[in-house]
Structure formats: structure tokens, C-alpha cells
């Protein structure tokens, strides 16, 4: 089965509030792989590859995220496969 690869922009309070590790607990549980970082401007990055129906699956999460979070804004775009095993959370930008 081909997986599908998105990326994610999340806009609002989504640092210093557990929002990466968070969605790396999510997407673990949902078998995806990718990585979830911290942008300089206060925005969380989420690239997310896997079966299309669990990429679903963590955006629905991810307009909401953790507790302590407030989502304002998500934005998605379909990207190429960067190749990315299991998931994991970096400070700054995913390299390209």
C-alpha cells in the first residue's frame, strides 16, 4: 500500500505545552512516522507519513492538540516522502 506524507502547520499556543510530544504519543499509537518541531516563529511543524485514513486521524488531533494547548490555526499540504523512521520531536525546522 502506497502511504500518503502531509505536513502540518499549527498556529496559537502550541509551545511550552507539551504539543510535540503530544503528537508523537498520537502519531506512535497510529503507526505513523515523522517528526514533530518547534519553529522560531512560535508555530509547531508536523510531517506525518503513513496510511492516509491515520494521517486523518492525528490532523482532527492536531486541531485541538493537548490540554494546555489552543490551536488557532492549521494549516496542511502534501509533500513528498522525506524518508523519515518512526517519530520523533526536534527543536527548529525539519531539514530539507
Known amino acids: 500500500m502506497r502511504q500518503a506524507c502531509r505536513r502540518f502547520l ?3 499556543k502550541v509551545q511550552g505545552v ?12 497510529l503507526g505513523l512516522n515523522g ?8 508555530r509547531v511543524e508536523v510531517v506525518a507519513v503513513g496510511a492516509g ?3 486523518d486521524r ?7 492538540g493537548p490540554a494546555m494547548a489552543r490551536v488557532d490555526e492549521v494549516v496542511e499540504e502534501t509533500i ?3 524518508g523519515l523512521s518512526g517519530f520523533s520531536t526536534v527543536y527548529g525546522a525539519r531539514q530539507q
Open 58 to 64: 492525528l490532523c482532527a488531533w492536531l486541531r485541538h
Open 35 to 42: 517528526s514533530a518541531s518547534n519553529l522560531p516563529d512560535g
Open 80 to 82: 513528498d516522502d522525506p
Open 53 to 55: 485514513k491515520d494521517i
Open 10 to 12: 499549527v498556529s496559537g
Open 18 to 29: 507539551w504539543f510535540r510530544e503530544s503528537t508523537r504519543q498520537v502519531a506512535t499509537r
